[in-house]
Every structure is written in C-alpha cells, then in structure tokens.
C-alpha cells in the first residue's frame, strides 16, 4: 500500500515562508505526478502545485509566483516552497501522487499551515 508522509506544516506570519515536504513509500511502480492540494474550512480542495514525471509543472492562479514545487532526484518525494504567505493560504495542505494520468491518487494524512499575526 502506497504511503505518503508530509512534514514542514505550521504557523508563520502574513508574508513569511514556509517548506512542505512529502516522501512516498511502498511506491512499485514509478510516479508519473506528484503535487499538493489543500482545503480550508467550509471549502472543497483545490490544486496547489503539481509536477509531473517529465519535470513540467502546474499552479494554482492563486500561488503562481509565490510558491514553487519541486521532485527529488529520487522522483519519490516533491517539495512545496511556500513565500509571500497570505491569510488565505491557511488550511490543510495534502501530497498526492498518482502513476498515470487519470488513474487512482494516492493522499497523505495533511498537514496544517496557518497564516496568522
């Protein structure tokens, strides 16, 4: 059973930084997209950032120029950088993967970013 584990969650102040770690394990076959979705209270979850196996990337519009994704070489863990943090960055942020375009995805448990003074 595939597993991912996120790390890196917290608070941090309106226009801080914070780094979103995710490694997948028990991972047979090779990852064809990693990325990060996130929802917050009241809303459904949305696309983050996502990065697929031949390095192209996408962005929410919302963390375009603000946050930058990022693979392993091991092509089994993916990086969030997160700047400029807003209030409305705050929720739940998940890893995800999956091993062919439109197949199963896989979640990690989430991990919690809140932005706040």
């Known amino acids: 059973q595939v597993q991912l584990v996120e790390s890196g969650g917290g608070l941090v102040q309106p226009g801080g930084s914070l780094r979103l770690s995710c490694v997948a394990f028990k991972t047979i076959l090779s990852i064809n997209t990693m990325g990060w979705y996130r929802q917050a209270p009241g809303k459904q979850r949305e696309l983050v950032a996502a990065?697929?196996?031949?390095?192209?990337?996408t962005y929410a519009d919302s963390t375009k120029g603000r946050f930058a994704i990022s693979r392993g070489n091991a092509k089994n863990t993916v990086d969030l950088q997160m700047n400029s943090l807003k209030p409305e960055d705050t929720a739940i942020y998940y890893c995800?993967?999956?091993?062919?375009?439109?197949?199963?995805?896989?979640w990690g448990q989430g991990t919690q970013v809140t932005v706040s003074s």
């Open positions: 990065i697929r196996r031949d390095g192209s990337t």
């Open positions: 995800m993967l999956d091993f062919r375009a439109g197949g199963q995805r896989y």
